[in-house]
């Protein structure tokens, strides 16, 4: 089994910061790709920010320049720093992560529970 497990969403003003953090425990052989997802009410769930392996990253365009993902492999986690927040970023995000759970297995992809982030104006 393998568990991802986030912490840190709460309640922000408008151009505050918070910090989300995901831990992924269990069977672990190797993390791959680490992730951040969010959905608002309403909408679809979308890709706000990934991670690779070697440390290559990438942003989804509301918000580069404010958020910054990070990850450390000894600890198994990857990190979602958020930036000047904006009421537009108001979601639950998920954490995602690509785990091969041996070395004969090509892995899996495996979600977070979520946690909540608002953003008051």
């Known amino acids: 089994q393998v568990q991802l497990v986030e912490s840190g969403g709460g309640l922000a003003q408008a151009g505050g910061s918070l910090r989300l953090s995901c831990a992924v425990s269990?069977?672990?052989?190797?993390?791959?790709?680490m992730g951040w997802y969010r959905q608002a009410p309403g909408k679809q769930r979308e890709l706000v920010a990934v991670?690779?392996?070697?440390?290559?990253?990438n942003y989804a365009d509301s918000v580069k320049g404010r958020f910054t993902i990070s990850r450390d492999n000894a600890k198994n986690t990857v990190y979602l720093e958020m930036n000047s927040l904006k009421p537009e970023d108001t979601a639950v995000y998920y954490c995602?992560?690509?785990?091969?759970?041996?070395?004969?297995?090509?892995?899996?992809?495996?979600w977070g529970q979520g946690t909540q982030v608002t953003v008051s104006s």
């Open positions: 995602n992560a690509y785990v091969r759970r041996d070395r004969w297995s090509s892995g899996s992809y495996y």
């Open positions: 991670i690779t392996s070697t440390e290559s990253t």
């Open positions: 269990g069977s672990i052989f190797r993390i791959n790709d």
